[in-house]
């Protein structure tokens, strides 16, 4: 079965925030305000989303993705991806982390069914990972990518926000991460939110167009300019090298006409567009007893809602963005 939005865009991939709890406090992620967590009770139940999850795969999701906050904080992750791993129709469970748990989860995480498996890492040097991220924990993260490799995860990708004057300089030592290894390191814009970085958002900003051309300087590297098939990402590949580089630019390419994706929210909301703020509540339903046709009715709505597109650009910034990337984890 197909779901297709009212634009014609073929929706089958879901992201389910299972909570708003992080262990880091990166610079550009963590809200200037403070983080507040939602009441306990708010949060959905793992047997909730998997509902959720049952009712998106019966009617043509066949991609799901595990993200937070940090995802391996919640107690209980493993046993809840083996149950989504179980669900009939399902090609695809992937996961999203910071990694500073994955040395211990990798192997379990992997029985239980993750594959594909995201992995955030902005630096390499260890009193940088500490200034962007509030703690020393750059070796436990580069141990849990090891890890992750050696149980067999497979692709694994390694998420890298450039920020100028802060890691921009580090773009071809990460990149050659993928020399010897199948890695994919994919640069990604920095986005505009409510972070301790907005206020200095247009010194910190690095168009796309830079970290391609640090790239393209090692080598003469080519860039591909066709889309990877599972994400927005343009690829190139070092000389020589085992894994891939990637380039994900939010901001400078809108990759709106092909987004094919939903994400249902920790505290139960459904959101069809990571910049928008209209979201579908689905936890009343789920709370109330509702049917699993009830359920599938609520999503086809959400996706009947999907806008077109976002309007996000570097010039024209909105904090709000990082409210609907907070409740949505990434
Ligand atoms: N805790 C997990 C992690 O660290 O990967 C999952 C959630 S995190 C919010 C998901 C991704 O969003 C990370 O790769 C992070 O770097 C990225 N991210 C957070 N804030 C961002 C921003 N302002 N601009 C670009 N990417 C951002």
Redesign the pocket.
């Known amino acids: 079965m197909k779901l297709v939005d009212g634009y014609g865009r073929t929706i089958d991939y879901l992201r389910i925030?299972i909570t708003d709890h992080?262990n880091?406090k990166?610079y550009?992620?963590t809200p200037f305000s403070g983080r507040s967590h939602l009441e306990r009770s708010e949060i959905l139940t793992y047997e909730e989303m998997l509902n959720v999850a049952r009712a998106a795969a019966a009617i043509g999701i066949t991609k799901i993705r595990v993200?937070?906050?940090?995802?391996l904080v919640r107690k209980g992750v493993v046993e809840f991806c083996r149950m989504l791993s179980r669900i009939e129709g399902l090609k695809s469970l992937a996961l999203?982390?910071?990694?500073i748990y994955l040395e211990e989860m990798a192997e379990p995480l992997f029985k239980a069914g993750i594959r594909r498996i995201?992995?955030?890492l902005?630096t390499l040097r260890p009193d940088r990972f500490e200034k962007i991220t509030g703690y020393n924990w750059l070796p436990r993260v580069l141990t849990g990518i090891k890890r992750a490799e050696q149980v067999g995860m497979y692709p694994i990708k390694i998420?890298?926000?450039v920020m100028r004057g802060i890691n921009d300089d580090e773009i071809a030592d990460l990149a050659r991460l993928t020399q010897d290894k199948p890695y994919h390191v994919r640069f990604?814009?920095?986005?505009?939110?409510d972070?301790s970085?907005y206020g200095d958002y247009e010194t910190l900003f690095v168009p796309v167009e830079e970290f391609m051309e640090k790239i393209h300087r090692i080598d003469r590297v080519q860039i591909e300019p066709a889309l990877d098939s599972y994400g927005p990402a343009r690829l190139c590949k070092l000389p020589g090298a085992v894994g891939k580089v990637g380039f994900i630019a939010?901001i400078s390419w809108h990759f709106c006409s092909s987004c094919n994706r939903l994400r249902l929210t920790a505290d139960g909301k459904i959101k069809t567009c990571l910049f928008s703020r209209e979201e579908i509540d689905i936890k009343t339903a789920l709370r109330t007893g509702a049917t699993q046709n009830e359920i599938i009715n609520i999503f086809g709505q959400a996706v009947a809602n999907k806008p077109s597109g976002h309007h996000l650009n570097a010039k024209d910034h909105q904090p709000d963005c990082?409210r609907a990337?907070?409740a949505i984890?990434?």
Do not use: H, K, W
């Open positions: 925030s992080c880091l990166c550009y992620c993200t937070g906050g940090e995802p999203t982390t910071n990694g995201n992995i955030s902005d998420n890298t926000v990604i814009e920095l986005m505009p939110t972070s970085a939010p990082q990337m907070r984890g990434g």
